[in-house]
């Protein structure tokens, strides 16, 4: 079985909205450090909205703010990632990864790091 399962993808138009699900194990969920990434073909992988924890407190970065939005529900071990006002160059496959060993800002780059397998968002005009 998969430790992190995203889901919710899908093809949508201009403007319209998605909510994506990342469902983790609860050997690697994390309320310190977990988050969405994503890859258009042919680019490098980006930060699309993640939380860590600095000094106690949670911090949370978004590639764009307005339009990207991330949530947990620790009760089903899932974080949840927002999408409003679609645009094309939002294309791209979104990967959800955690890290419950670690919970700086550098969290993503430590070694066992769980990534999930992704879930495609496609938007046309």
């Known amino acids: 079985a998969q430790d992190v399962v995203e889901s919710g993808g899908g093809s949508v138009h201009t403007g319209e909205s998605l909510r994506l699900s990342c469902v983790a194990s609860r050997y690697a969920y994390s309320t310190y450090c977990m988050g969405w990434f994503r890859q258009a073909p042919g680019k490098e992988r980006e930060r699309v909205a993640t939380?860590?924890?600095?000094?106690?407190?949670?911090v949370y970065s978004y590639l764009e703010k307005g339009r990207f939005s991330i949530s947990q529900d620790s009760s089903n071990n899932t974080l949840y990632l927002q999408i409003d006002s679609l645009k094309p160059e939002d294309t791209a496959m979104y990967y959800c990864?955690?890290?419950?060993?670690?919970?700086?800002?550098?969290?993503?780059?430590?070694?066992?790091?769980?990534w999930g397998q992704g879930t495609q968002v496609t938007v046309s005009p």
């Open positions: 990864a955690t890290n419950p060993a670690y919970s700086d800002s550098t969290c993503f780059s430590r070694p066992n790091t769980y």
């Open positions: 939380l860590h924890t600095d000094r106690g407190s949670t």
